[in-house]
């Protein structure tokens, strides 16, 4: 993690998703690479708005990334 951070002068923790599981979150994350970097802002914003560091209040931020009903859940891979 340190040699990507380092590589993209990452400093803060401005946008995070929670996920009920793996395989969710992977889906998301590739879905998201998908999107333009103005609409990614933009999803950045609607959470926080002046680009804070969530990492001390990740605990306290409900943000869970709600799938569509028809996305596969982890019981259908088991």
Known sequence: MKDF???????KLVWFERHPNIVLA??????LKRYRRDW?????E??????L???ERIEEIDNAYRPHPS????????
């Open 5 to 11: 951070t380092a590589k993209y002068r990452v400093e």
């Open 26 to 31: 992977i889906q998301r994350e590739k879905s």
């Open 40 to 44: 990614k802002i933009e999803l950045i």
């Open 46 to 51: 609607g959470l926080n708005p002046t680009w």
């Open 53 to 55: 560091d969530l990492f």
């Open 71 to 78: 996305t596969k859940m982890w019981s259908d891979y088991n």
